[in-house]
C-alpha cells in the first residue's frame, strides 16, 4: 500500500493568484486514534483531511490534519487500496469483500459511484492512471490486472490485462501523471516476484520491462517525476531506488532495521519507517546529499505496523504524517520539521546536594550530523527562591557533544536544571530537565497541651511555636475533631509573633488532633507537628420517685419507699450508638461496694430511662451515677464520670 498527498499549487494559484501565503508553523504532536489498522492512507491537502482504510473494521476513517477523527465512513467491506483523483474530488477505494470500486466525494465526504468489478474479483489495489482506474485482484496465483475505463460514457471494466504475467497475488501498482502511459507493477506476494513497468499509452498494457529484484516488497513510491521507484525491499535493511526505463539500480538508502514503509516529498526528498524491533528508531528521512547521514526519529516505543501504508509527506513537503501502533492503540503522529536532524539532549544532576554548596551538572547534545563544539546552550535554574526559573546564561558545548557547568544553588529543596539548545537551520530544538535535591536546614516547631484532657465545651488556647527560619514565618493550625462526620479544619494561619508563637483558642466538644506545618522555605525544610487532647462529655443523673430529701452523712440523700421503684433518668451528650455505664454501690462494712454495674444505649438525644426494681432492704445507704466509657459505643470523646446520687429505702 501508499500514501500519497497530490499537490493544491494550482487551486491556490487560482483562488489567490500572485499573493504570498504564510504558513503558521506547527509543532510536532501526536494524537491516538480508533483504527485497528491502516491498509493505506490518502493526504487530501486540498480539503485538509486525511483518508485511512481500516479494513478489520470495514471502514475508512477521515481526520483532520492533526488526526482528529471528522467523519467515519462505514460499510465498507475489507476497504483496502486508496487512491485521490488529480483534481482532489474524487477519493476512489477498492472494497475487497464486495467486489467492487467505490467513488467518494471527498468534499461532501459521501459515496457517489460505485463500479463492479465481477464476482470473486476481490479487488485490493488501486491506482488512477491516464483517465482509467488499474486494479490489482484475485487472490494467490488466481490474480490479475485489470481496468476501469471512466473516459467512457458508461465507465466499463476490462480483466486479464496482464500481459501474459501471471501474478502470484494482486499486483501493487503506481502511476504519476508526470510521466503519462506507464504503470508501475509489483508482483510482491512471492520473493521471486518481478516488478514490471507496463507501457498503457494505448488503452491496453504492454509490459516495457521486467526484473526480478528481491520480491515481496513491503511498499514503494515514485519519485517526483515519476521515472524512478524507489522500494521497500524483502528482509533488507534498506531501500532501493530503480530507474523505470531499464529498472537498473540508482541508489540505496540504509535502514537500522527491516523497511515497512516509503514516502517521497515533491523536492526528491526520501522518508521511511522500520519494524524497529530495538527501539532505537523507527523513522528515517535521508537527505538528497547521500554525503550526509540519515535523520532518525523514534516515534513509537512500539514495534512500527506492517502489511499497509502509513508514511506520507504533506503536499508542500514540509510535514510528514506517520502512523505508530497497532490493534486499535494506534497513534497519528505528525513531524513539521522532518528534514532536521532530531537532536537528543541529556541532562545529568546530583541526585542529592548541599545547599550552598557547589555542585556540577553535565550531559551531551547528539545528533545524526554531530554538532560542534561552541553550539550555545541555555540553562535555567528553578528553585524556590525562583520559582518562574532564573537564567544561568550560556553554556557550551564541548568535544563530542558532551557540556557540563557549576552552581551553587542558594535555595535548598527540589532545585531543577533546564537545558535548552534552540536549534538551527538542520538540527530540531530540544530540552531536557534534571532535578536535585538540595540539603535544607530542619526547624524547631512545637505544639502545646499534647496528651491533655478537658472539661465539655471547654475554651482552651493552643500555641504554635516556630524557631528560627529564613523568610516564611507563617504557621497552619488545623484541628481534627474525632469521628467521621467532622472534618479536618484548618482553625488559624498567621504569621507568628516576635516571639514565635501563634495562638488559636478552640472549644473542645470531642477530642481532637491537633496539628502545626511550617510549610518551609528556601533554606528550611518544611515541619509538622501532631498532639491530641480530650475532651468530655457533659452527663447528669436524676432519681425520681423519692418522697424526699434531707442531708445526712455528709451528701444529700433521696428517701424511696420500700414499695417504690426508684427511676434512673440519664442525660448526656449525644452521639451515634453511645452508652452510658450504670453503677449502682452499698455503703457496708465501712466502705462503699458495687453492686451493678451495666451499660444502657442511649437515645438519639443522649437519654437513658433506667428503673431500679426489686425489694432493697430499708435503712442501708445507695448510690447511683452514670459514666461515659470511650471505646463503649464510641471514642470520641475522653471517659467521663458522672457525680453520685445517694439514696436510702424507708418502711
Known amino acids: 500500500m501508499r500514501l500519497r498527498t497530490l499537490p493544491v499549487a494550482a487551486a491556490l494559484a487560482a483562488l489567490f493568484g500572485?499573493?504570498?501565503?504564510?504558513?503558521?508553523?506547527?509543532?510536532?504532536?501526536?494524537?491516538?486514534?480508533?483504527?485497528?489498522?491502516?491498509?493505506?492512507?490518502?493526504?487530501?491537502?486540498?480539503?485538509?483531511?486525511?483518508?485511512?482504510?481500516?479494513?478489520?473494521?470495514?471502514?475508512?476513517?477521515?481526520?483532520d490534519l492533526t488526526g482528529k477523527v471528522v467523519k467515519t465512513l462505514a460499510g465498507l467491506p475489507q476497504v483496502a487500496d486508496l487512491e485521490l483523483s488529480p483534481?482532489?474530488?474524487?477519493?476512489?477505494?477498492?472494497?475487497?469483500?464486495?467486489?467492487?470500486?467505490?467513488?467518494?466525494?471527498?468534499?461532501?465526504?459521501?459515496?457517489?459511484?460505485?463500479?463492479?468489478?465481477?464476482?470473486?474479483?476481490?479487488?485490493?489495489?488501486?491506482?488512477?492512471?491516464?483517465?482509467?482506474?488499474?486494479?490489482?485482484?484475485?487472490?494467490?496465483?488466481?490474480?490479475?490486472?485489470?481496468?476501469?475505463?471512466?473516459?467512457?460514457?458508461?465507465?466499463?471494466?476490462?480483466?486479464?490485462?496482464?500481459a501474459g504475467h501471471d501474478f502470484a497475488?494482486?499486483?501493487?501498482?503506481?502511476?504519476?501523471?508526470?510521466?503519462?502511459?506507464?504503470l508501475l507493477a509489483l508482483d510482491a506476494g512471492i520473493s521471486s516476484g518481478p516488478i514490471i513497468v507496463y507501457d498503457i499509452s494505448s488503452g491496453t498494457p504492454v509490459i516495457r520491462v521486467s526484473a526480478e529484484k528481491g520480491g515481496t516488497y513491503d511498499d514503494a513510491a515514485l519519485t517526483p517525476d515519476g521515472r524512478n521507484v524507489v522500494v521497500a525491499g524483502?528482509?533488507?535493511?534498506?531501500?532501493?531506488?530503480?530507474?523505470?526505463?531499464?529498472?537498473?539500480?540508482?541508489?540505496?538508502?540504509?535502514?537500522?532495521?527491516?523497511?515497512?514503509?516509503?514516502?517521497?516529498?515533491?523536492?526528491?526528498?526520501?522518508?521511511?519507517?522500520?519494524?524497529?524491533?530495538?527501539?532505537?528508531?523507527?523513522?528515517?528521512?535521508?537527505?538528497?546529499?547521500?554525503?550526509?547521514?540519515?535523520?532518525?526519529?523514534?516515534?513509537?516505543?512500539?514495534w512500527m505496523p506492517w502489511g499497509g501504508h502509513s508514511t506520507s509527506w504533506s503536499a508542500d513537503g514540509s510535514t510528514l504524517y506517520v502512523l505508530t501502533g497497532n490493534s486499535d492503540a494506534m497513534q497519528f503522529q505528525t513531524v513539521d520539521a522532518p528534514r532536521k536532524y532530531a537532536s537528543t539532549l541529556t541532562v545529568d544532576a546530583p541526585t542529592k546536594a548541599t545547599r550552598a554548596a557547589s555542585l556540577t551538572v553535565k550531559g551531551k547534545l547528539t545528533a545524526n550530523l554531530a554538532l560542534p563544539a561552541g553550539t550555545p546552550l541555555h540553562v535555567t535554574r528553578t528553585d524556590l527562591e525562583s520559582p518562574s526559573g532564573k537564567s544561568?546564561?550560556?553554556?557550551?558545548?564541548?568535544?563530542?557533544?558532551?557540556?557540563?557547568?557549576?552552581?551553587?544553588?542558594?535555595?535548598?529543596?527540589?532545585?531543577?536544571?533546564?537545558?535548552?539548545?534552540?536549534?538551527?537551520?538542520?538540527?530540531?530544538?530540544?530540552?531536557?530537565?534534571?532535578?536535585?535535591?538540595?540539603?535544607?536546614?530542619?526547624?524547631?516547631?512545637?505544639?502545646?497541651?499534647?496528651?491533655?484532657?478537658?472539661d465539655y465545651a471547654q475554651s482552651v488556647t493552643f500555641t504554635a511555636h516556630l524557631g528560627t527560619t529564613y523568610k516564611n514565618r507563617t504557621v497552619e493550625i488545623w484541628a481534627n475533631p474525632y469521628g467521621a462526620d467532622k472534618p479536618n479544619t484548618r482553625v488559624k494561619s498567621g504569621t507568628v509573633n516576635a516571639s514565635g508563637n501563634l495562638s488559636v483558642t478552640l472549644t473542645l466538644t470531642r477530642k481532637t488532633e491537633l496539628t502545626a506545618k511550617f510549610a518551609g522555605d528556601a533554606r528550611y525544610a518544611p515541619k509538622t507537628t501532631t498532639g491530641t487532647v480530650g475532651a468530655g462529655v457533659k452527663v447528669s443523673t436524676a432519681l425520681g420517685g423519692s418522697y424526699k430529701t434531707?442531708?445526712?452523712?455528709?451528701?444529700?440523700?433521696y428517701y424511696f419507699h420500700q414499695s417504690k421503684d426508684?427511676?434512673?433518668?440519664?442525660?448526656?451528650?449525644?452521639?451515634?450508638?453511645?452508652?452510658?455505664?450504670?453503677?449502682?454501690?452499698?455503703?457496708?462494712?465501712?466502705?462503699?461496694?458495687?453492686?451493678?454495674?451495666?451499660?444502657?444505649?442511649?437515645d438519639s438525644a443522649g437519654k437513658s430511662v433506667v428503673t431500679l426494681t426489686g425489694t432493697p432492704p430499708t435503712g442501708q445507704r445507695f448510690r447511683v451515677r452514670d459514666s461515659y466509657v470511650s471505646g463503649s459505643g464510641d471514642s470520641v470523646n475522653t471517659t467521663t464520670y458522672g457525680a453520685w446520687k445517694y439514696f436510702t429505702f424507708t418502711h
Open 392 to 454: 544561568l546564561g550560556t553554556k557550551y558545548l564541548g568535544a563530542g557533544g558532551a557540556y557540563s557547568f557549576t552552581d551553587t544553588p542558594p535555595a535548598g529543596g527540589t532545585v531543577k536544571y533546564t537545558v535548552t539548545y534552540a536549534g538551527d537551520t538542520t538540527h530540531t530544538a530540544a530540552t531536557a530537565t534534571d532535578t536535585v535535591d538540595v540539603s535544607r536546614a530542619t526547624p524547631t516547631l512545637t505544639l502545646n497541651n499534647n496528651g491533655k484532657a478537658y
Open 234 to 302: 524483502p528482509g533488507n535493511r534498506a531501500l532501493t531506488e530503480y530507474r523505470l526505463s531499464d529498472l537498473s539500480e540508482v541508489r540505496t538508502f540504509p535502514t537500522v532495521s527491516e523497511p515497512e514503509t516509503v514516502s517521497i516529498a515533491p523536492d526528491g526528498t526520501v522518508a521511511a519507517t522500520v519494524l524497529d524491533t530495538d527501539n532505537v528508531g523507527d523513522t528515517l528521512v535521508f537527505s538528497n546529499d547521500p554525503a550526509r547521514p540519515t535523520s532518525v526519529r523514534n516515534l513509537s516505543r512500539d
Open 87 to 162: 483534481d482532489s474530488g474524487t477519493l476512489y477505494a477498492a472494497l475487497q469483500g464486495a467486489d467492487k470500486i467505490v467513488a467518494i466525494d471527498t468534499g461532501r465526504l459521501a459515496q457517489t459511484a460505485a463500479y463492479p468489478t465481477g464476482d470473486g474479483t476481490a479487488p485490493s489495489r488501486v491506482v488512477y492512471a491516464d483517465g482509467r482506474l488499474w486494479f490489482g485482484y484475485g487472490d494467490q496465483w488466481d490474480s490479475g490486472l485489470g481496468e476501469v475505463d471512466l473516459t467512457a460514457e458508461t465507465p466499463t471494466v476490462t480483466l486479464d490485462l496482464a
Open 18 to 63: 500572485s499573493a504570498v501565503l504564510a504558513v503558521p508553523a506547527s509543532a510536532d504532536s501526536s494524537r491516538p486514534i480508533a483504527l485497528f489498522g491502516a491498509k493505506d492512507t490518502v493526504v487530501d491537502d486540498a480539503h485538509r483531511q486525511v483518508f485511512i482504510s481500516d479494513a478489520y473494521n470495514n471502514q475508512i476513517v477521515v481526520t
Open 566 to 602: 426508684p427511676v434512673v433518668t440519664t442525660t448526656m451528650t449525644s452521639y451515634q450508638g453511645r452508652k452510658q455505664l450504670l453503677q449502682i454501690q452499698v455503703y457496708s462494712g465501712g466502705v462503699w461496694q458495687t453492686t451493678v454495674k451495666k451499660y444502657f444505649t442511649l
Open 169 to 182: 497475488s494482486p499486483p501493487v501498482l503506481y502511476a504519476d501523471a508526470d510521466n503519462p502511459g506507464t
Open 550 to 557: 434531707l442531708y445526712t452523712w455528709n451528701h444529700t440523700y
